[in-house]
């Protein structure tokens, strides 16, 4: 099964790879895991006054203290996973990602607000729920 880890560096992502790692029949299945983050891109203007280096910096770093974490996590528990960071919207960034890639499966985490939160603040897993074919399963 091609299943898809989508990933924040939140304390909802933590949870949501703890359970992973606790469930063998997630790691020993031999599934293809690939772990996906995305980063809403910097306000134009606020762009052409940093610059280019100083962005993609910003871009790269995010990346890292992100991604980094869950790789080592990951290693630890013997799961092999490929690693994708893109910038954009990430809700439209996932949901994208997860049908273009043709996973079988998506998993993240979510904050598990209410109904009335979840009208008045949104949320990228209820996004991600509305707009995404493939199937979802959210940890909380």
Known sequence: MKILLAVDGSDYTRRMLSY????KEWTNAGHAFTVFHAVLPVPH????FAGPELVHGYYEDDARVVLDPVRALLAGHGIEARFEHRIGHPAAEIASFAEKGQFDLLIMGSRGHGALANLVLGSVAMKVLATCAVPVLLVR
């Open 45 to 48: 203007r606020a762009a052409a």
């Open 20 to 23: 992973l790692t606790s469930h």
